[in-house]
Nanobody, 121 residues
Framework: QVQLVESGGGLVQPGGSLRLSCVASGTISSIFVMGWYRQAPGKQRELVAAITSGGITNYGDAVKGRFTISRDNGKSTVYLQMNSLKPEDTAVYYC???????????????WGQGTQVTVSS
């Protein structure tokens, strides 16, 4: 069993920056991919970014060039640096973790409780 706890959300003006953190506790395997998804009101949950334990990253098209995901395996923590934020980035951001082999999930998906990010002037 894995628990994920997010922190770092809040209110920021357009063009500003925020950094989200997610700490995983429990047994973390070498194939445990960690990432971030977001869900805005009335919309489906979408991938923001994901990263393997080896540092391979994947980004959603909406955030490429503005957001950076990173990971500290020793601390079982994943970070999301969000720059040049736009009002359309407003959403609840969820930390995700799951074992993946060759891109296919091979175990349960774990989710954090979510953290609100609001971009508004």
């Amino acid at each position: 069993q894995v628990q994920l706890v997010e922190s770092g959300g809040g209110l920021v003006q357009p063009g500003g920056s925020l950094r989200l953190s997610c700490v995983a506790s429990g047994t973390i395997s070498s194939i445990f991919v960690m990432g971030w998804y977001r869900q805005a009101p009335g919309k489906q949950r979408e991938l923001v970014a994901a990263i393997t334990s080896g540092g391979i990253t994947n980004y959603g098209d909406a955030v490429k060039g503005r957001f950076t995901i990173s990971r500290d395996n020793g601390k079982s923590t994943v970070y999301l640096q969000m720059n040049s934020l736009k009002p359309e980035d407003t959403a609840v951001y969820y930390c995700n973790g799951e074992d993946r082999r060759w891109g296919v999930r091979v175990g349960p998906a774990y989710w954090g409780q979510g953290t609100q990010v609001t971009v508004s002037s």
